[in-house]
């Protein structure tokens, strides 16, 4: 059997629980993909709840990225600079990878980006929503002289 790690928001109590959590509280995944929680014996279905996947990509902090996390980047813009950027993971269906959506700035350049090398998290679209109506916070790094590599000097 595949264990596949996701992480539950409840939306009734506005919590998210993590793997650990969720099994400690006897909430589990079905194999038809509902949730479902042990009570007096029997497993009952859950409705008011989100379930969001661990994706393969890490953040700067070397912290798994989940569905829905949203995340401060740089990004380039049309004329080839970087830029920050906000975004949150998803999956992309047709694609069938995961993808950070954009939502700042609105650049069909930006629009379903790839995951980039240096993500930093900064919340999730359940418990912190309004997030997404706000600039990132991330800044672009100053590159230095003494940063270059010993063969292009």
């Not at 600079?81 to 949150?88: E, I, K, L, T, V």
């Not at 998803?90 to 240096?118: C, F, R």
């Amino acid at each position: 059997m595949h264990n596949v790690p996701v992480r539950i928001f409840d939306k009734h109590n506005k919590i998210m629980l993590y793997p650990e959590q969720a099994v400690a509280n006897g909430i589990f995944l079905s194999a038809h993909g509902e949730c479902v929680q042990l009570q007096n014996g029997v497993f009952e279905r859950l409705g008011n709840v989100v379930v969001m996947h661990r994706t393969p990509h890490m953040d700067d902090g070397k912290q798994f990225i989940w569905e829905g996390d949203i995340c401060d980047m740089m990004v380039p813009n049309e004329f080839g600079s970087m830029q920050p950027a906000r975004g949150f993971m998803h999956m992309d269906e047709q694609l069938q990878k995961w993808n950070l959506e954009i939502v700042y700035p609105k650049n069909p350049l930006t629009v379903g980006l790839h995951v980039p090398a240096s993500v930093k998290r900064v919340g999730n679209i359940y418990e912190n929503p309004l997030l997404l109506k706000q600039e990132p916070t991330i800044t672009a790094p100053v590159p230095s002289p003494y940063d270059k590599k010993q063969s292009d000097r």
